[in-house]
């Protein structure tokens, strides 16, 4: 094993049982379902092709802003399709999901995600979260180790937007999102969509400052659907709140016990590789606990390098499977 990996431990993980309630029928295209969490919510997600029951699942979890779309990559991709049931979720304050009661946080995520699965009949999987994504999918698997088998987490921390982040070379969380929760505080008409501005920021942190003119009109279209209207202000406004004040898993992270392969890029502009390099090695409980630093990964590493994130995640469903 490299320099950039750690493995702490050794475990032998069952023989995984995938329910096929739901399924048979399934179609392709962004979802929804009920689950009972918040006063009961309306969860959006996506499979990549029809579900396969002699297939593990893989969960994708979004970063910020962003919706099942940006895993676009990962649907495309024949090995990781032929690996695993890909099953991307939409957070809440994101794409299709909705909840009754407003306020969320991203244990709430956490709790629906897991509701999905029950939902669908998968009774185990394994998940890859991209930015916030990567912090939801060890909230998976603190909530349920029975059910969470491996985790995957992409550009991402395991902290609180703290100083000791800052020092490690992390971004300053607190000075992006404030202004725009302090702006997003005020209702709103039913014409309001989210600035283009806004997108722009999200997309520079995300993808660096080369994005193609295509997928930068895709992303104005897709943020302008999901964020209209007061009810979209009030759920934008939320997801940066959650981004900015959320709590740290530093004296949780022992408590994971699955496998755990963190990708990390070298041009992320949000979290740092010396912030991945200490929060690997703070997984003290897992089976095997591995950083691999990615030359050149962006924070959306999921959409700035697929062929590295596609190999890797098939890999390793494989080897845990």
């Known amino acids: 094993m490299s320099n950039d990996a750690q493995t702490l431990g050794t475990q032998t993980l069952g023989t995984q049982t995938l329910g096929t309630q739901t399924l048979g029928t399934q179609t392709l295209g962004t979802q929804t379902l ?11 997600y996506r499979f990549g092709k029809p579900y396969d029951p002699a297939l593990p699942t893989l969960v994708l979890v ?5 919706s099942v779309d940006l895993y676009r990559p990962q649907f495309a991709d024949q090995e990781l399709g032929g690996a695993a049931n890909l099953l991307a979720i939409e957070l809440y304050g994101h794409g299709l999901t909705r909840a009754t009661w407003e306020h969320f946080t991203y244990w709430d995520s956490a709790v629906a995600n897991l509701q999905v699965l029950r ?5 185990q999987a ?23 088998r491996g985790i995957v987490p992409l550009g991402t921390s395991m902290d609180h937007e703290s100083q000791r982040s800052r020092e490690l070379g992390c971004w300053d969380g607190i000075e992006f999102c404030t202004p725009s929760i302090d702006a997003l505080a005020e209702p709103v008409g039913d014409d309001w969509v989210v600035a283009e501005e806004f997108v722009d920021a999200v997309l520079g942190a995300g993808l660096g400052a080369d994005v193609a003119d295509d997928e930068r009109a895709f992303w104005y279209a897709a943020h302008q659907r999901h964020y209209a ?23 949780r ?36 606990a591995e950083l691999r630093v990615v030359d050149g990964g962006q ?23």
Do not use: K
């Open 62 to 66: 979004n970063s910020f802003s962003t």
């Open 253 to 288: 992270l022992g408590d994971v016990r699955c496998p755990v392969l963190w990708l990390q890029g070298t041009a992320d502009e949000v979290y740092s590789v010396a912030n991945a390099e200490e929060e690997i090695r703070m997984f003290t409980g897992s089976a095997d």
């Open 34 to 44: 009920t689950v009972p969490h918040l006063g009961t919510s309306t969860v959006g």
């Open 299 to 321: 924070h959306f590493m999921s959409a700035s390098h697929p062929a590295v994130v596609n190999a890797a995640a098939a890999e390793f469903v494989r080897r845990f499977a």
């Open 126 to 148: 394994f998940v890859l979260g991209t930015s916030q994504g990567g912090w939801v999918a060890a909230r998976m698997a603190l909530l349920a180790p029975g059910v969470v």
């Open 229 to 251: 209207g007061d009810d979209g202000r009030r759920r934008l406004r939320t997801a940066t709140i959650n981004l900015r004040d959320r709590d740290g898993l530093h004296a």
């Open 119 to 123: 939902e669908l009949g998968i009774e």
